[in-house]
């Protein structure tokens, strides 16, 4: 049975785990994350960086699982979560695209390990890593997840593999954060946050037009 739905299953996870990992971005992430933690040891962030990763799966699990049930019950359709999803996740790459460049002294946060382990959910794990438009793409995703009758829950099985496979990613990002800046040097990091800002307002407008193209067959 599964032999047979294998070809059904990869694509699904292919396309969950590639669409939430660009959302997513935990490497491009992971040197914003190295901001907020310059006044740690490495140790320290190496435990922020589990708890964060432990939370984004969390909420990236009840995201695909709640999805379709919180378009229903709102009367919400996929098309309209798309627009407005991708409008979410552009205006954060612009955002992102736009900003100066801050001075090397006052980029570095000087918060306390405690402070920060009080700040492991909100903000660290929500807006900057499982933001509102990696919750709209990860619902919608729910929404367009397959289904079989006789193995009804193979689909579940998929997204929670994605989830813990974008939570080690995270993990890892951030574990090794202050060793990629080191390798890659300042000049280095600006340049990928800046690329990775503009793959982000790209994916933003894509899942737009996809949306805005939906409503108009379906109005047509």
Do not use: K
């Amino acid at each position: 049975m599964i032999a047979t739905l294998w070809p059904s299953l990869s694509s699904q996870f292919l396309f969950e785990f590639g669409t939430m990992f660009v959302i997513i971005n935990p490497y491009g992430l992971s040197f914003i994350f190295l901001n907020h933690t310059m006044a740690v040891t490495d140790d320290e962030r190496r435990s922020l960086a589990r708890r964060i990763s432990f939370n984004a799966f969390c909420v990236l699990v009840l995201s695909l699982f709640a999805g379709a049930p919180i378009l229903h019950f709102f009367g919400l359709s996929v098309s309209a979560l798309r627009v407005s999803g991708g409008l979410v996740v552009a205006a954060a790459g612009w955002s992102m695209l736009n900003e100066g460049i801050p001075d090397e002294n006052q980029s570095r946060s000087t918060l306390s390990y405690g402070a920060l382990s009080r700040m492991t959910l909100f903000p660290l794990t929500i807006p900057l890593t499982a933001g509102p438009g990696s919750i709209a793409t990860a619902i919608a995703l729910a929404a367009n997840r397959p289904s079989w009758p006789l193995s009804s829950t193979l689909p579940y099985v998929v997204s929670i593999v994605v989830a813990a496979a974008l939570s080690l990613i995270i993990l890892h990002a951030y574990t090794y954060s202050s060793s990629m800046a080191r390798l890659i040097g300042r000049s280095g990091t600006h340049t990928i946050s800046r690329l990775s800002a503009f793959l982000l307002f790209c994916v933003g407008v894509q899942i737009m037009i996809t949306g805005i193209l939906d409503l108009a067959r379906s109005i047509i």
